[in-house]
């Protein structure tokens, strides 16, 4: 990768609609040259997937909540179970296993107080491998971003 790919990355983690001649004006490159780096890009991996970021508040989801969770056992298959559901719960919007006090760390919204608490009810507390979980809610988003620096 050279710098203008790194540019063409740049560009497109600020809004994935723009142009290809707009990104090709951007960057000094011909439209067929933006093309070839944008596919080499794709295919490569580099480029995971392009989404749209949804407003979480106009569609409902007045909650965020952060949470640190410790499991009872290290049996790996264990492990493996919790980490299959979290991957698979449409409420949980990022999932990290850490190092430190806690085995994993989540994030996860929920329409209202009431949601999350069924949340807890059907995520952590019918899982016998949950030792205990703590749960911050988030009072405001002061920055959330996928934008990588670069």
Do not use: W
């Not at 392009?50 to 049996?75: M, N, P, S």
């Not at 899982?127 to 009072?139: A, E, L, Q």
Request: with cysteine; net charge positive; proline share 1%.
């Amino acid at each position: 990768m050279d710098a203008n790919d790194h540019k063409l990355l740049a560009i497109l983690q600020r809004n994935s609609k723009t142009t290809i001649q707009d990104m090709a004006e951007q960057i000094g490159a011909s439209t067929a040259s933006v093309q070839r780096r944008l596919k080499a890009l794709r295919e490569s991996g580099v480029i995971q997937k392009e989404i749209a970021v949804l407003d979480q508040q106009k569609l409902g989801f007045g909650i965020t909540a952060v949470v640190a969770v410790e499991l009872e056992r290290d049996r790996l298959d264990q492990i493996d179970a919790f980490k299959r559901k979290a991957r698979h719960d449409r409420h949980v919007t990022n999932f990290y296993c850490i190092a430190g006090d806690a085995d994993f760390m989540m994030v996860v919204v929920a329409k209202d107080i009431a949601d999350y608490e069924a949340f807890t009810h059907r995520f952590f507390f019918a899982d016998k491998n949950v030792r205990k979980f703590r749960t911050s809610i988030v009072i405001s988003t002061e920055k959330a971003t996928l934008e990588l620096p670069i």
